[in-house]
C-alpha cells in the first residue's frame, strides 16, 4: 500500500516522527506512524578481570519507561556520522574508555514496525581511558559485571533491555563462550 | 529531570506520541518524545517435522524499513487486553494455528530510550488449524524453517529483527537446544 499523504508531525533533536496515509483494500483510509531515525551504536566494551571477562555495563535512568534499567552502553548516530566514529565517540561519552578494537557484532531492527532504526552492535576491546563530556540530559552509572552472570541474565529473561541481550548473546557466541 | 510541559502530538490506532519539555541542568530547554504503547506479544510457533522442531515464521512487509523482514508472529496489545488473548488471537490471525499451550518466555523493552512499549514473549505448542481474519493492513507470509537454522541465523547477525532474535535465542535455552 503507497501512502496517499505523508507529513512530519515532530522533529526532535535525533528522529522524527512521520505520518503517512493510506487507502486500505476495503476503500477506507488508515494513519499510520513512522519514526525516521538515524540509526544507533551498541558497544559490548569487554575487560579482563582476575583471569575472566567483564562486560561494563549502564545503570541508567530512562524517563520513558521511568525505571533505572541496566543496559550496554549505546547512543545515537548523527546524521552524517560515520558508525565506528559514533561507537567510539558514545563508548568515551558513556563510560570514559576507548577501545583499541571495535569488531562488529551484527546490525538489528529494534522495533521494525514502529521505526527505520538500525542498532549496529560492537565488541569494544582493548579499552584504555580516555573520557569525553557527557550528554546533559543523561543519567547513568558505570556497573562492570562478569560476562558469564550476563550471559545468564540474557537468557532467562532478567535482562530486559532487547540490544543489550543480543548483544550480550552475540558477544559470547563470537568469544565461543559456551552459547 | 522532570518534565516542565507535555502534549500528544500524535494518537494512533494502537499507539501515541507524547513530547516533553524538559530543563537541562544548564537552564536550557530541551524537547524530547515518548511513544506512549499498549505493548506487544510475540510468538515462538513451534511444532516437530520429522523429529526435529520447526517454528512459523513470517515474511512480512515492513513499511517503515521498506523491505520484506524474515521475523516470528507478534502483533500489538488492545490497551485492555488481556496478554496470553492477545497471543491466541495473533497467532491465529497471523499463522491459522491456535496454540494448546503458551509457555512465557520473559518480556523485553525493544526501544527503552523512545518507546515504553513492552514485548512479551511465549512458545507456542500444540498447535491446531483455526485460522481468524487478518488485520487489512497486513502484508505477509507464513514460512516454517526448521528452528537449528533460526538458532545459527539469531547467533550470527543473519536475523536482523530484534524481537525475534532473543524469541529464537530463548525458546533454544527453553528446550535445551544446544545454547
Redesign the interface.
Known amino acids: 500500500?503507497k501512502p496517499e499523504s505523508s507529513r512530519v508531525?515532530?522533529q526532535?533533536?535525533s528522529?522524527r516522527?512521520r505520518?503517512?496515509t493510506?487507502i486500505?483494500?476495503?476503500g477506507s483510509p488508515?494513519?499510520?506512524?513512522?519514526?525516521e531515525h538515524p540509526g544507533a551504536v551498541v558497544m559490548v566494551p569487554l575487560q579482563s578481570s582476575n583471569g575472566s571477562f567483564e562486560v561494563l555495563m549502564l545503570r541508567q535512568y530512562?524517563?520513558?519507561?521511568?525505571e533505572v534499567?541496566l543496559?550496554l552502553p549505546?547512543g545515537?548516530r548523527g546524521w552524517d556520522e560515520d558508525w565506528q566514529a559514533c561507537a567510539q565517540r558514545e563508548l568515551r561519552e558513556e563510560t570514559g574508555y576507548r577501545a583499541q578494537t571495535l569488531t562488529s557484532?551484527?546490525?538489528?531492527?529494534?522495533?521494525?514496525?514502529?521505526?527505520?532504526?538500525v542498532?549496529a552492535l560492537y565488541l569494544a576491546t582493548e579499552l584504555s581511558l580516555d573520557p569525553l563530556a557527557a550528554d546533559?540530559?543523561e543519567?547513568l552509572q558505570v556497573q562492570p559485571m562478569p560476562l558469564a552472570e550476563l550471559i545468564a541474565m540474557?537468557?532467562?529473561?532478567r535482562l530486559?533491555?532487547?540490544?543489550s541481550?543480543?548483544g550480550i548473546?552475540?558477544a559470547a557466541?563470537y568469544l565461543n563462550n559456551g552459547?
Chains 1, 2 share one sequence.
Open positions: 500500500m508531525v515532530w526532535g533533536l528522529w516522527l505520518v503517512e493510506v486500505l483494500p476495503d488508515l494513519e499510520r506512524g513512522a519514526i530512562r524517563h520513558v519507561v521511568d534499567i543496559e549505546a545515537t557484532l551484527g546490525r538489528i531492527w529494534p522495533a521494525p514496525g514502529i521505526s527505520n532504526e542498532m546533559l540530559d543519567e540474557a537468557q532467562d529473561g530486559q533491555d532487547a540490544k541481550t543480543i548473546l552475540r557466541v552459547v
